[in-house]
């Protein structure tokens, strides 16, 4: 690589990161702003935020910061793969929803021992994948806008779930949950009293899958292609239709996994809950993560801890400074916002200069 080209590239990598600094500043002032406002210390809860998240003198909360990072790992990757497709692909809520009914469905059936964790990862990630492979038929077949079919397929997911968990797989003697996953089929803990399970290790396992398959397979040459000009794609052998699907396939996959982790390696419910409260958002923060990490699945893994470091460090706001929950969201929120708006201003640049091809 000539000298020049790689300052260039340097450059843009060192302006990213400056973005995501200037961001962080940014979002954790206006959030200070707002509990000053509401009459707390936001350098007292910002400190127990961080004890919560990294302490070094108890493994435990390190081990609950990476608990909450494993399952949007993949739900980024799911948007990330989207966007490198030229796809806004925001269906991993759903397409994790189904994924975690797979689980329960092979939960509920009577199988080996050994079987029920296989079978929930493939059942689950196939239910993910299908889900996806929905809103791809009608984008590349139909011309529906990705966006507009996943939010709609996300809603239709949550309600058939939740219709499952009260009416299909309820818990007897828990009304607010469905059916655990039996002892057999759940992933292991990793450090014992915490939630972190293996689920963190298929997640970090998956992330390099994905990075594999799209810098060093043709496949993923393919993604890449069709996102950066799916016209120049088509001229060079490539079917942007095809690419797109397998775009939303792998998406899908992605996201139905993260489903079965939280059902088999979350304790101690390893169940769907009322509401689908233990899995509502994932879908979303993946988004975060995946923009974050500049949709790049080496970069997904920081920004993912980073979430989950917010999500962790959320209880050590509530429990030291009597933060209540609400101010506690509401920070978190603006945070995450401020981190996403230099990649959703990147991602909309790109829209507006990418030349629109229509796919024949």
């Excluded at 300052?7 to 962080?24: Q, S, T």
């Excluded at 043709?218 to 095809?242: D, F, H, M, Q, W």
């Excluded at 609400?326 to 929120?333: L, Y």
């Amino acid at each position: 690589m000539p000298s020049s080209q790689f300052w260039i590239i340097f450059k843009e990598k060192l302006e990213r990161v400056a973005e995501i600094v200037v961001a962080i500043i940014v979002g954790f002032i206006i959030a200070g702003i707002m509990m000053w406002l509401g009459g707390y210390d936001p350098i007292a809860a910002y400190i127990a935020m961080f004890e919560y998240s990294f302490s070094l003198t108890d493994p435990y909360y390190i081990a609950m910061t990476l608990s909450f990072a494993a399952p949007v790992m993949l739900t980024a990757i799911t948007f990330a793969v989207g966007v490198r497709a030229g796809l806004f692909n925001i269906g991993a809520e759903g397409q994790l929803y189904m994924g975690a009914l797979g689980a329960i469905i092979v939960a509920s059936w009577s199988l080996p021992g050994p079987l029920y964790l296989p079978l929930a990862m493939i059942i689950g990630s196939l239910m993910g994948a299908a889900w996806g492979l929905i809103a791809g038929v009608l984008k590349v077949y139909r011309g529906v806008n990705e966006v507009v079919s996943t939010i709609m397929l996300n809603w239709i997911a949550f309600w058939i779930v939740e219709y499952a968990r009260v009416y299909v797989y309820p818990n007897p003697i828990d009304a607010s949950k469905t059916i655990s996953m039996p002892p057999a089929g759940r992933l292991p803990i990793l450090i014992k009293g915490t939630e972190l399970s293996a689920s963190f290790i298929v997640s970090l396992v998956f992330v390099g899958i994905a990075f594999y398959l799209l810098w060093y397979m043709v496949l993923g040459y393919e993604i890449r292609a069709t996102g950066l000009n799916p016209s120049a794609a088509r001229y060079g052998g490539i079917n942007p239709k095809k690419t797109m699907l397998w775009a939303f396939i792998i998406g899908g996959i992605a996201a139905g996994l993260a489903g079965v982790c939280e059902i088999a390696g979350r304790p101690p419910s390893y169940a769907i809950t009322t509401g689908l409260s233990n899995l509502v958002g994932l879908g979303f923060d993946g988004i975060t993560v995946s923009l974050l990490g500049a949709n790049h699945p080496l970069g997904i893994i920081p920004a993912a801890i980073f979430i989950g470091a917010l999500s962790s460090g959320a209880r050590g706001m509530q429990i030291v400074t009597n933060v209540p929950l609400e101010m506690v969201k509401a920070v978190q929120g603006i945070i995450i916002i401020a981190l996403a708006v230099p990649g959703i201003v990147r991602l909309i640049r790109s829209k507006i200069f990418r030349r629109e091809v229509k796919v024949v």
